[in-house]
C-alpha cells in the first residue's frame, strides 16, 4: 500500500482507491459474516436453538417487560424448585442487555420488532462486528492487507459458526466481539501509548465481564504478555500506560458485576494480573531511578530495595498461601481447574465431565472446526517473528495458550478461532505478497519499471560491498533455481544477462515466475476449498436448531416436532403452579416454552439437588414416588427415542444419573445397572435396571407399537416388556413417543394392612375406651 | 528476581541484601573458603529454540493427545476379516467426529505441520544468508 513518493497525484489516488476498496471489503465481509448464519432461518424458521438460549430468551423476556431494576433484583421462583434462584446475581448480564438494549432502541423508532426476533438475530450482528474487529486487530499487528484477509477468514471459520448461528441466542455470540475489541484496543493502546485509548480498553475488558465466564483469559493473557515483554527487555512507558490503567479501571469495573463481585480480588483466576501489577511498578521504578543516580549509589539503593522487598514479598506470599490453601480447590474455580490439569474434572466433578461440549478434542474437530487455518497457523507464527514486535509478540502468545486450552475442551475451540484467523491472515498476507512481487517483477512488459520501483521498500536488498562477487552468488542462484523445462532456463539467463546490467547494486528476492504464478493459483484454490467447507458446516453441520429434528427418508422430509407438542401440552393442560420434573437438560426448555417450575435446569450450580433427581429415576417405582412427592412434583417428562432412533434420549443419559446420584447418595451403585460392564435393557439386564423408573417410564406401553418393543437407539428388544405402573399415570406421549409424561397419582387415603405404629395392636383397644376421658396429644 | 552481580565484583559492590549479611554475621571473623563457582548466566533462547517449541506444542495438542491421555483409545484399531479370519488394521476410527486412535491423530497432526512447515520453507528459501544448497532444498 505505500506509493512512491515521486509523483504527488499518483500516491494519493492510490491511497483514496486503496481506501474505498478496503471500505467495501469490510462491508462485503460483514454481510457474508450475516448472511452465512442465516441457514437455520432459511431451512427451518426463526426460532431459538439448544438448550442455554432458551434461558436466555426467557431472562431478556423479563427485562424487556419489566425494566432493569426488576431485572437485578430477579429472584426467580420457577426454576430449582424450591431452592430458587437468584438471577440478578448469577448471570452474566451483557448478552442480556444487549439484546434488550436493540430491542427497546428499535422500539423507540418505532420498528416493531419481537423480543424473539431481536434475540434470534443478535448473534448474526455481532459477528459481524467480530469480523471488523478482527480487521482492526491484524492492522495494528501486521497491516491491512493481512487484516483483511483475517476479518474475512474469521467471517466464516466454522468454529465460531457453531457458536453464533442465528438463534444460538448464546453469551459467546457477543463475547467473542468483545474478546477480540478489547484485545484491539490493548494492542493499539501498546502502539500509541494513548490514555485514551486505555480507558476505551478498560471499557471493553468490562463489556467483556459483563458478557461471557471467560473474561478470565483475558486478564491472565495480558499479563503474561506484558511480562514477556518485561523478560525480553521491551519494556517501555507504552507497555506501562497499556496494562497498569486496565489492572485498575478493569478490575473495579468488574467488581461492578453482580456476578463477579468479590471475586474479582479473591480468587486466584485474577491474582496473576495483580502479581505483574507489581512487578511492572518495580521495573518502572527501577528504570526512573537508574536514569537519575550513578552507578555505585544505584547498586546500594538496588540493595536496599530488594532487601525491604524480600521482606515485604515473604508476607505477601505467606498470606496469600494462607489464602489459598484454605479454599481446596486453591481458590480456582471448578472449571478453571479442569482446564489447567485435564484429568481432574472426570474424577470429582461428574456433572463437568459429562458435558459433551467438556471433552478434548480430537484431531477431525481441529479439522472441521478450523479447517485450512491449521495448515497456515505455522506459517504465520514465522511471519510474526519476522520482524518480532511487541504486538506480533501478543499474537503468538494468544495463539499459543488459545492452542493448549483448545486441546484440553473441544468448548474452548471458539477461543482459538480468532488466534488462528489471525494468524492465517498474516500467513497468507505474506504468502500473496511474496508471489505477487515475484510476478510482478519477472513479468516480461514490467521489468522496465522493476528498477524503479525496486528502490522503494520492496524486497530488494541493496548490497554496499563486493558487487560483484555478490552479482556472481545471485547468477548462480538463479540458475540453480529448479528449472526443468528448457524455457524456464533461457528466461532465467535473460534475467541474468539484462540484471547485472541494470542493476548492479539491487538484487531481488523473487521466486520463478512460473512457480510463482502455480504457487498463487494454488493458494486461491486452498480459499475456494476453506470457503466451500465453511458454507457446507454452517449449512447442514451447525444449523440444526435441535428443538426441532429432520431426517430425509425415501418419501420426502420428516419433521420432529415433538419438543414443542410436549411444552405446549404442558402449559395448556396443566395448572401453572404444578411441578415438573426432568432430568437437567431440559429445565431451561421447560421454564422458557411451557412456563411451568422445574426442579433441575442447566445450570446445574447444585449437585445434590440433581442428585435427588438422578436418584429418583434410578430407583423402583415406590421409592422414586416418595422422593418426588416430597418436592411436590405434579408430573414427570421423560426423553425417549427408541421409537424414532433418537440417539440422545435419557436411557442414553442414564449412566449419569446413576453416576451424580451415586455420588451423593451411597445407595444407589453403579455395578447394580451393569450387565458385563454396560448398561443394558435387553433381556440380559439386571433387575435393579428392569425395575427403575427410567425403564419403566420409557419402555411403558412400547410393546404396543410394533408387537415385538425393538428399540431402534439400543438395537435391540428390551427386557421387560409386559408391566403395569403402580404409581404414575401416563398422561401424554407425543406423537413420535419422543416425549413422555408422566403424573404421580395422589396417596392412597386408606393403607392396607398393619399401619406404621409397632404398638398400635395393643394401645388401639385401650385408647378407643378411654377416649373421651383423656386429651389426645395431636402430634402422637 | 533480585539481579546479584557475580563473585568476581562481590567484594565491593553487591546488590544482595543476604550477602551483605552474611558479610557481616560468620565471615568477619571466618574465612571464606575459596571457591571456583559461577552464578549461571541467563540468558533468552534464540527465536529459532522458541518457534521449534512452540511448534512442538502446537504438534502435540492438534494431534489430540489431551484425548489420548484421558480416553486411552487403542493406538490402532482392528477389524477381523469374515472370511479369512485374520486381523486386519484399521487406521480411522469409524463413525464418529469425536473420536480418534492414537496413530491416527498423530499422522495428520503431521499433516497439519507438514503443510505449514512448507510454506515456511518457501520463505525461507528466499532469505540471502542461507548457502546455496540449503535454498536449493528449500525450493525443491
Not at chain 1, 524456464?488 to 539484462?498: C, I
Not at chain 1, 429418583?616 to 422414586?624: D, L, Y
Request: charged residues 15%; hydrophobic residues 45%.
Amino acid at each position: 500500500m505505500a506509493g512512491p513518493p515521486e509523483q504527488a497525484p499518483a500516491p494519493g489516488l492510490r491511497y483514496a482507491f486503496g481506501s474505498v476498496l478496503s471500505f467495501f471489503i469490510l462491508l462485503l465481509i460483514g454481510v457474508f459474516a450475516f448472511s452465512i448464519r442465516l441457514f437455520s432461518v432459511i431451512k427451518y424458521e426463526s426460532v431459538i436453538h439448544e438448550f442455554d438460549p432458551y434461558f436466555n430468551y426467557r431472562v431478556t423476556q423479563f427485562l424487556t417487560k419489566n425494566g432493569i431494576y426488576d431485572f437485578w433484583n430477579w429472584f426467580d421462583d420457577r426454576t430449582w424448585y424450591p431452592l430458587g434462584r437468584v438471577i440478578g446475581g448469577t448471570v452474566y448480564p451483557g448478552l442480556t442487555l444487549t439484546a434488550g438494549t436493540i430491542w427497546w432502541l428499535l422500539n423507540s423508532l418505532n420498528i416493531p420488532l419481537s423480543v424473539e426476533t431481536v434475540c434470534v438475530f443478535t448473534a448474526p450482528i455481532f459477528s459481524a462486528f467480530a469480523a471488523w474487529a478482527t480487521y482492526l486487530l491484524t492492522k495494528e499487528v501486521k497491516g491491512a492487507g493481512a487484516g483483511l484477509t483475517a476479518a474475512a477468514l474469521l467471517a466464516m471459520v466454522p468454529s465460531y459458526i457453531s457458536r453464533s448461528v442465528a438463534g444460538s441466542y448464546d453469551n459467546e455470540a457477543v463475547a467473542i466481539f468483545a474478546l477480540i475489541f478489547t484485545f484491539y484496543l490493548y494492542i493499539k493502546t501498546l502502539n500509541t501509548g494513548s490514555l485514551f485509548y486505555a480507558t476505551l480498553n478498560a471499557i471493553a475488558y468490562f463489556y467483556m465481564v459483563c458478557s461471557w465466564g471467560g473474561y478470565t483469559f483475558i486478564i491472565n493473557l495480558i499479563p503474561m504478555h506484558a511480562l514477556l515483554c518485561i523478560v525480553t527487555g521491551r519494556y517501555s512507558s507504552r507497555l506501562y500506560v497499556a496494562y497498569a490503567p486496565l489492572v485498575v479501571l478493569g478490575t473495579l469495573l468488574a467488581a461492578l458485576v453482580p456476578v463477579v463481585g468479590f471475586n474479582a480480588v479473591m480468587t486466584s483466576e485474577h491474582f496473576a494480573s495483580f502479581l505483574v501489577f507489581i512487578i511492572i511498578h518495580v521495573v518502572a521504578l527501577v528504570d526512573y531511578i537508574k536514569g537519575s543516580l550513578s552507578p555505585k549509589m544505584f547498586k546500594v539503593a538496588v540493595t536496599l530495595v530488594v532487601s525491604v522487598g524480600l521482606a515485604v514479598c515473604f508476607a505477601v506470599v505467606a498470606v496469600l498461601v494462607a489464602l489459598v490453601a484454605s479454599s481446596p480447590t486453591m481458590g480456582w474455580s471448578g472449571r478453571s481447574l479442569s482446564l489447567l490439569d485435564p484429568t481432574y474434572a472426570s474424577k470429582y466433578i461428574p456433572i463437568i465431565a459429562s458435558v459433551s461440549e467438556h471433552q478434548p478434542p480430537t484431531w477431525p474437530s481441529y479439522f472441521m472446526d478450523i479447517n485450512v487455518l491449521a495448515f497456515l497457523v505455522p506459517a504465520g507464527i514465522i511471519a510474526c517473528f519476522l520482524p518480532l514486535s511487541d504486538a506480533s509478540s501478543f499474537v503468538v502468545l494468544y495463539i499459543v495458550t488459545s492452542v493448549y486450552f483448545s486441546g484440553v475442551m473441544v468448548r474452548l475451540m471458539l477461543v482459538l478461532a480468532p488466534a488462528a484467523c489471525i494468524m492465517s491472515g498474516i500467513a497468507l498476507s505474506e504468502a500473496f505478497d511474496v508471489f505477487t512481487r515475484s510476478i510482478k517483477f519477472q513479468l516480461p512488459g514490467l521489468s522496465g519499471n522493476s528498477e524503479v520501483n525496486a528502490g522503494d521498500g520492496s524486497s530488494s536488498t541493496v548490497v554496499a560491498q563486493n558487487d560483484a562477487a555478490k552479482t556472481d552468488k545471485r547468477e548462480d542462484t538463479l540458475k540453480d533455481r529448479p528449472s526443468r523445462k528448457n524455457k524456464k532456463k533461457e528466461k532465467e539467463k535473460e534475467h541474468v544477462e539484462k540484471a547485472p546490467v541494470k542493476s548492479k547494486v539491487k538484487r531481488l528476492l523473487v521466486l520463478p515466475l512460473e512457480a510463482s504464478v502455480v504457487a498463487l493459483l494454488l493458494i486461491v484454490l486452498l480459499g475456494a476449498f476453506y470457503v466451500v467447507h465453511c458454507v457446507w458446516a454452517a449449512a447442514e453441520a451447525y444449523s440444526a436448531p435441535s428443538i426441532v429434528l429432520t431426517s430425509h427418508s425415501h418419501d420426502g422430509l420428516h419433521v420432529f416436532d415433538d419438543f414443542r407438542e410436549a411444552y405446549a401440552w404442558l402449559s395448556h393442560n396443566t395448572d401453572v403452579d404444578d411441578k415438573v420434573a426432568s432430568w437437567w437438560d431440559y429445565g431451561y426448555q421447560t421454564t422458557a416454552m411451557a412456563n411451568r417450575t422445574v426442579i433441575v435446569d442447566n445450570n446445574t450450580w447444585n449437585n445434590t439437588h440433581i442428585a435427588t433427581v438422578g436418584t429418583a429415576m434410578s430407583s423402583p417405582e415406590k421409592a422414586a414416588w416418595e422422593i418426588f412427592n416430597s418436592l411436590d412434583v405434579k408430573y414427570v417428562l421423560v426423553v425417549f427415542g427408541g421409537l424414532v432412533g433418537y440417539p440422545s434420549d435419557d436411557i442414553n443419559k442414564f449412566l449419569w444419573m446413576v453416576r451424580i446420584g451415586g455420588g451423593v447418595f451411597p445407595h444407589i451403585k453403579e455395578p447394580d445397572y451393569l450387565r458385563d460392564g454396560q448398561y443394558r435393557i435387553d433381556s440380559q439386564a439386571t433387575p435393579t435396571m428392569l425395575n427403575c423408573l427410567m425403564y419403566k417410564l420409557s419402555y411403558y406401553r412400547f410393546v404396543e407399537t410394533d408387537g415385538k418393543a425393538f428399540d431402534r437407539v439400543r438395537r435391540t428388544e428390551i427386557g421387560k416388556k409386559y408391566f403395569k405402573l403402580t404409581h404414575f399415570d401416563e398422561v401424554f406421549t407425543t406423537h413420535h413417543w419422543m416425549v413422555r409424561i408422566y403424573k404421580l397419582r395422589p396417596p392412597k387415603n386408606r393403607i392396607r394392612g398393619k399401619t406404621k405404629k409397632p404398638k398400635s395392636k395393643g394401645s388401639s383397644t385401650t385408647s378407643s375406651k378411654r377416649g373421651g376421658t383423656r386429651k389426645k396429644n395431636p402430634w402422637h | 528476581m533480585a539481579p546479584s552481580s557475580t563473585a568476581a565484583t562481590a567484594q565491593t559492590s553487591s546488590m544482595d541484601p543476604i550477602f551483605h549479611i552474611l558479610k557481616i554475621v560468620p565471615y568477619s571473623f571466618l574465612t571464606p573458603p575459596r571457591l571456583r563457582l559461577k552464578l549461571p548466566s541467563f540468558s533468552l533462547p534464540s527465536p529459532m529454540t522458541v518457534f521449534a517449541l512452540i511448534l512442538l506444542t502446537y504438534f502435540m495438542v492438534v494431534s489430540g493427545i489431551v484425548y489420548d491421555v484421558i480416553v486411552e483409545p487403542p493406538g490402532i484399531g482392528s477389524t477381523q476379516d469374515p472370511v479369512t479370519g485374520s486381523v486386519r488394521p484399521v487406521v480411522f476410527l469409524p463413525g464418529r467426529v469425536n473420536g480418534q486412535y492414537i496413530i491416527e491423530g498423530l499422522s495428520s497432526g503431521f499433516m497439519f505441520v507438514l503443510g505449514g512447515v512448507g510454506i515456511i520453507l518457501m520463505d525461507l528459501a528466499l532469505e540471502k544468508n542461507r548457502a546455496k544448497t540449503v535454498k536449493v532444498f528449500s525450493i525443491h
